[in-house]
């Protein structure tokens, strides 16, 4: 059987736990064909990002020119794009070629998971303003919420259940906002979309093992969007027991030589649909 196909625009992690790395794994664990157009390199590893470098916009876009000519994309997850530059070039070719891309997914990177600023500020109005309003769904965290909106981080399920409905209103067709960041032994995600809420739960597992879990669900919400054919509450519950599965399945792991010092990967490995 022929595999359906996803595109990952985003930005390289030598790693392997975050990016476009941990994209094609994924994509990979969901028994979808990859493709990757990267749109910038790193030097980081488990401890942090050491340095960043943006790709040409041209020769990003010429990336996935390349692919979308040839291969019937079903789903686009958008990740790290750097700079204006490059963000403002894959909007112009998203808003030309739309319905090439299939369902969007866009993960607004902003920050590491060791903190480390991974977008210009300049880029972050690009995103607000041209990419949020081409995606199915986007995925914020706590962080990435309050900056989309110029507000403080929520502090509660509600307050980020209020933001996301603030996206909706704003011009998102639908929100997946990430609770990881919010206290407590659960973990809530809240999902917005023009027909309802959602809160999708689970418990949280203890570990410093959390690098790439953005950049990793994601790109598992693309992958079950195209298998299952569009953008589904369903697709989202897929992706987040994919992520909750790899999680606990690398909660041990280390493979850093200082595991203490940093976040190690989650385990990729695992099957993605169960």
């Not at 600023?117 to 199915?136: G, I, K, N, Q, T």
Request: proline share 4%; charged share 15%; net charge negative.
């Amino acid at each position: 059987m022929t595999p359906e196909v996803a595109l990952s625009i985003a930005g390289s992690d030598p790693s392997g736990g975050a990016g476009i790395q941990a994209d094609l794994k994924t994509f990979s664990a969901f028994g979808v064909h990859g493709c990757a157009a990267i749109a910038g390199l790193t030097v980081q590893n488990t401890v942090g990002v050491r340095a960043a470098l943006a790709v040409d916009p041209t020769f990003v876009t010429d990336q996935v020119t390349a692919v979308i000519d040839d291969f019937p994309v079903a789903a686009t997850k958008l990740g790290m794009l750097t700079n204006s530059g490059i963000a403002t070039a894959v909007a112009d070719l998203l808003a030309a070629r739309r319905a090439e891309f299939g369902t969007i997914v866009l993960d607004p990177v902003m920050v590491a998971t060791s903190g480390d600023a991974l977008l210009s500020d300049d880029a972050v109005e690009v995103v607000r303003s041209r990419l949020v309003p081409l995606a199915d769904v986007i995925t914020p965290n706590v962080p990435e919420a309050a900056v989309l909106l110029g507000r403080a981080p929520a502090g509660s399920v509600a307050e980020l259940e209020a933001q996301a409905r603030e996206l909706v209103a704003a011009g998102a067709r639908a929100v997946l906002a990430k609770g990881g960041h919010l206290d407590g032994d659960e973990v809530t995600d809240v999902l917005v979309t023009a027909e309802g809420v959602t809160h999708l739960t689970s418990a949280r597992i203890v570990t410093r093992n959390t690098h790439g879990t953005g950049c990793t669900l994601s790109s598992a919400v693309a992958a079950a969007s195209a298998l299952t054919g569009g953008f589904t509450v369903d697709a989202v519950t897929m992706a987040r027991d994919y992520l909750h599965r790899a999680i606990a399945a690398g909660a041990a792991w280390r493979l850093s030589r200082t595991p203490e010092a940093g976040h190690g990967p989650v385990n990729h490995l695992v099957e993605g649909a169960s």
